[in-house]
C-alpha cells in the first residue's frame, strides 16, 4: 500500500502529487492526527478540520520564503506534518519534543510563533510591510478561524491592512466555532454568508447587467456607481471585508482539495489585501470529533474506539469542577451573581452556570479586555461578577484589570484557572506569570486556596468583598480532601500555619502547600523541623504571622508556582527589608527568569526543584550553607 505520507520531506512534494494522490494523503495524515492525540492528548479537531485547507495551501504555495501565519496555532499539527517534522510526530507536546503550536526556533516553516487568539494579521501586516520595504515579493498569508475574529485585535489589524492596500491574504477558515459555539453578531453574519449565493458569480452578473447600459453622461455614470454600491450591500456575502479594503473570494469548500487549488491560485494574482473565505467542518473525519467538537478541541489520551477520553480511576475532583459547582451553590442564593467567560463556558467549569442561570451567564467570545471591562461595568450597578479565566489568558486584559476594575476599585472577581506550570501546552499557556503582574495593582486582594476546599471558602469570601479579588488555582485535580459544609468567610490577610517551625518554616502559597508538607516529613528524616505555612494571601500578606517567624525562626523558604521577579517571594523579601529584618534568612523558591517550555507538570515540576524533593534538598542545602539555629 502507497505511503504518501512518508514521501512527503517538505512542501515542495506536495506539487508532484494528483488531486487523488491528495486526496489519499488527507485520509493518511487523519489517520497519523488521530493515533498520535490518542496518545499524547492536544488540539484535534481543529486539526482534523484544516487538512485539505493545509495541504492545499503548502501547494499552491512555496513555505518557507512564502509566509504562513497560524492564528492561535493550535490547528497546525497537519502544517508541521509537511514541513518535514512527520517523522518525530509522536514527540508531540512531550518533553523535548514537538509543540503544540508553531516556533519560530522549531523550524524555518513557522513565520511567526503563536498561542494567543486574534494576532495572525496583525503579524502578517508586519511581515508584509517589512517586505515591502525591502523589496521583496514573497507572498505572506494569515489563517485565522472565525472565533478568533470575536478578538478586537483582530480588526485593529484588517482596519489598518485596508489602509495601507499591501498585498496580503487572510485565509477564514469558518467552522462556526472556535473552542465553544461562537457567539456574537460576527458569527450570526458569517451564519448568513455561508447561505448566501456565491459571490463571484453574483457580482459577475451584476457588472455584466450594469454594463449593457449604453453609454451614457458623466451624471448618469455617478447614478450607475451609486446603484451598483447600493446592490452590492444588498447581495456581496462579504461586503463587511470589502468595505474594509479586502478583497473577498467565498464561501469555499474547505474539504475540496480541488476548489481550494484553483482559488488560492487565483488570489496570488489579486494586488491588495484578499480575504478568502472557506467552509470546513471541525473534527473532519472522526465521528466522536465531529459530533463533540469542543470535546476534542483539546483533549487528553484517549481510546481511539469509542472516543472516550483515558482518565485515571478514582481521580479526585478538578478544582475546575469544584468551582463551578460551588459558584452555582452561591448563585442559588444570591441573585446579584453573574458569570462571564471568555469562549470558555466548558474550560473555566461555567456550563453548569449556564445551564442553571442562562441570564445571568454571559460568553463573550474570545475577548478577554471586553470581558474584564464587562465585568467593571456590571459590577458599577450592583451585581457580583465573576470573570473565569485561564491565567495566559488573562494578560491579555491586564490594562482592564487595572484601569477599569482596580483603579475604581470595582467588586470584580478573577477566578484565575490554569495558574503555575499547566504542562504540555508550553510556553504560551503557562499560567506562571500573574502573581507578578497582578501584585502591584492597588486595591486588589489576591488569594491562592491549598485544596479544593479552601477554593470554596475562597470564593465566598471572594463575594463577601467590597473590592476586586483574584482567586488563583491549578490545573487538574484536587488534593482529594473533604468539603466543609456550611462556606465559611476567611479573613482576609490571614495565612494558616499548618506545622510549627525549629530550624526553618516553608511559606508556601496554593498548590505549593502538598509538596512543602511533604517535604517537611523528607527533612524530618534528615533531622530538620521544618514548619509549613499556608499563606492563603498574597495581598495583603500575613505580616504578623511572617514577623514573628523571622524573630523565633530566623530562615524562611517561600515557594511559589509563579516567575520569582515580582512575585510571591519578593513581596516576602520587600517586606522583610522594609521592617529591618535584615539577618533573616530567605530563600526564595520559584521559575527562574525564563519561560517553560512543554512536558507533564511533574515533569516540569521536578526539572525547576519545586516538586517535594527539590524542595527539600533546596532547603537542605541552603541550611547548611548558611547555618541553622
Known sequence: MEDLLGSIKGPRDLKKLSISQLEKLAGEIRGLLVHTVSQTGGHLAPNLGVVELTIALHRVFDSPRDKIIWDVGHQAYVHKMLTGRCHNFDSLRQSKG????????????????????????????????????????????????????TGGQAYEAMNHAGHTETNLTVILNDNEMSIAKNVGAMSEYLAKVRTDPTYSKVKHDVEYLLKRIPAI??????????????????????????????TYIGPIDGHNILSLTEVLQKSKNIKGPVLVHVITCKGKGYGPAESNADKFHGVGPFCVESGEVLKASNQPATYTAIFGKTLVDIAAVNPSVVAITASMPEGTGLKLFASKFPRRFFDVGIAEAHAITLAAGMASQGLRPVVAIYSTFLQRAYDQVLHDVCLQKLPVIFAIDRAGIIGEDGATHQGIFDYSFLRHIPNLTIM??????????????????????????PRGSGCGVSVDEPLLCLEIGKGEELKPAANLTLLACGAMVAPCLEASRLLASQGITAGVVNARFLKPLDEKLIRRLAREVGAIVTVEDNILAGGFGSAVMEFLNSNNFNRVKLLRLGIPDEFVEHGTRAELMAQYGLDSTGIAAAALNYLQMHGAR
Open 448 to 473: 491562592a486556596p491549598k485544596d479544593e476546599n479552601e477554593l470554596r471558602h475562597m470564593l465566598y469570601t471572594a463575594l463577601k468583598c467590597d473590592g476586586p479579588v483574584a482567586i488563583r488555582y
Open 98 to 149: 514537538l509543540s503544540g503550536f508553531p516556533r519560530r526556533d522549531e523550524s524555518e516553516h513557522d513565520a511567526f510563533g503563536t498561542g494567543h487568539s486574534s494576532t495572525s494579521i496583525s503579524a502578517a501586516l508586519g511581515i508584509a510591510l517589512a517586505r515591502d520595504l525591502s523589496g521583496d515579493n514573497y507572498k505572506v498569508l494569515a489563517v485565522i478561524g472565525d472565533g478568533s475574529l
Open 217 to 246: 453622461g458623466e451624471s448618469v455614470a455617478k447614478t450607475v456607481e451609486r446603484v451598483k454600491d447600493s446592490l452590492k450591500y444588498l447581495i456581496v456575502p462579504g461586503v463587511l471585508f470589502e468595505e474594509l479594503g479586502f
